[in-house]
């Protein structure tokens, strides 16, 4: 009987890595970007399954980024990603995130349908979809390759640079300097004046700098870069008051904002960076 080991999402994209590192040490060529259809093709293999994935393709399916779904005996596994996707670096999250749904989970279903909101959570929990973001961002973008490419001043020229170097989106690379930074930072995701999506480091959160976009419909304050539609992307940012953004902040505080177009994704990107000692909790 095969053995069913229980993985991690950073144990199982770790274990992918460092075959990849010792492959380019020995033979040279790119690191990075990582080739995800090689890792899917060859995992099976490589943890000693008896299912393997024989196909990756891209299909039209409605309101979804990608799939994971196996045949009617569960012997052979395909990934399938939305044939609308725009850009190679959601293109390559998505194969990631079905990836790590067949290394993590593929004894729980048969078929996983992943959502754009899917590939969004990262938050450290139970659930699959957050399980397989986290492999997707270990695999993609390791750790400490990552740190070594943010040393020094960080702004999103400096984020935009790990896209390109991992070959993913910007919204991606941002998201992994969140999960790891002790910086107290919030990236909105905003279209026609409201948020669609919100994501805190946990200092932010801590700090009480989070917004709950999953149960409320929020706007932008309208004397904010992001509001601001004279400017479409300012990376390095300028210095307002906290209170803009956090009614509850400090008079004489100020944040970092910093915004970007994204066409990828239809919508501003805003990075707010909140001094190390400030809290924003609302008043009781």
Same mark, same amino acid.
């Given at each position: 009987m095969e053995k069913r080991e229980r993985l991690a999402p950073a144990k199982a994209a770790n274990k992918l890595n460092t075959i990849a590192k010792a492959f380019h040490d020995?033979?040279?060529?790119?690191?990075?970007?990582?080739?995800?259809?090689?890792?899917?093709?060859?995992?099976?293999?490589?943890?000693k399954w008896q299912d393997p994935i024989t196909k990756i393709e891209k299909a039209n399916i409605s309101n979804f980024e990608g799939m994971l779904t196996s045949n009617d005996t569960q012997s052979k596994w395909m990934i399938v990603y939305n044939?609308?996707?725009?850009?190679?670096?959601?293109?390559?999250?998505?194969?990631?995130?079905e990836l790590g749904h067949y290394i993590l989970h593929?004894?729980?279903? *048969? $078929?996983?349908?992943?959502? &754009?909101?899917?590939?969004?959570?990262?938050? /450290?929990?139970?659930?699959?979809?957050?399980?397989?973001?986290?492999?997707?961002?270990?695999?993609?973008?390791?750790?400490?390759?990552f740190?070594?490419?943010?040393?020094?001043?960080?702004?999103?020229?400096?984020?935009?640079h790990c896209a390109d170097r991992y070959g993913v989106s910007l919204t991606a690379a941002v998201i992994k300097w969140l999960s790891y930074t002790t910086e107290k930072a919030v990236l909105i995701m905003s279209n026609d004046g409201y948020m669609n999506w919100a994501s805190s480091s946990e200092a932010a959160f801590k700090a009480g700098a989070f917004f709950r976009t999953r149960t409320n419909t929020i706007?932008?304050?309208t004397v904010s870069l992001a509001?601001? *539609? $004279?400017?479409?992307?300012? &990376?390095?940012?300028?210095?307002?008051?906290? /209170?803009?953004?956090?009614?509850?902040a400090q008079c004489n505080s100020e944040l970092l904002e910093m915004k970007i177009l994204s066409e990828q994704y239809d919508c501003t990107l805003s990075l707010l960076i909140l001094p190390k000692n400030t809290e924003v909790w609302p008043t009781e």
């Open positions: 020995i033979h040279g060529g790119a690191r990075f970007p990582v080739d995800v259809d090689q890792f899917a093709f060859e995992a099976a293999e490589i943890f044939s609308s996707l725009r850009s190679q670096g959601r293109v390559r999250f998505t194969k990631a995130h593929r004894t729980q279903k *048969t $078929k996983f349908l992943c959502s &754009k909101e899917d590939m969004l959570d990262w938050q /450290k929990n139970e659930n699959i979809e957050s399980q397989a973001d986290q492999f997707a961002s270990y695999l993609l973008m390791p750790l400490d390759d740190r070594a490419q943010v040393r020094g001043q960080l702004d999103l020229d400096s984020l935009s706007a932008i304050p509001a601001d *539609t $004279k400017i479409e992307s300012n &990376k390095v940012g300028v210095r307002i008051p906290t /209170k803009i953004w956090f009614p509850s």
